[in-house]
């Protein structure tokens, strides 16, 4: 099975059933990310994708900007939710 097969949605109903729901799940995962709470926090998880000759060409694009473009996409994922990340480099938080 190949993601371009399946499509977006496809991909992401196939994960779903592979992955346990985290504990305390608040929003589950979609189009955007899943949200959940630990003991201290709630935290976002997102993994948009950036595929060769599909959202970029690497003859045309260095790496650094094809990862600034993937990074920029998966923040606009966790903003479209209306939450805000605390930093984006290693580690992202979430914060209301």
Sequence with gaps: MKAKDIGEFGLIDELA??????????????????VWCTSSQMQIGTTSTALQNVHFQKEKATWYETGWKAKAVNLSDIATMGNLTAYADNHWTVSR
């Design 17 to 34: 059933k592979l992955l346990p729901p985290p504990p305390q799940l608040v929003v589950s995962m979609g189009d955007g990310a899943a």
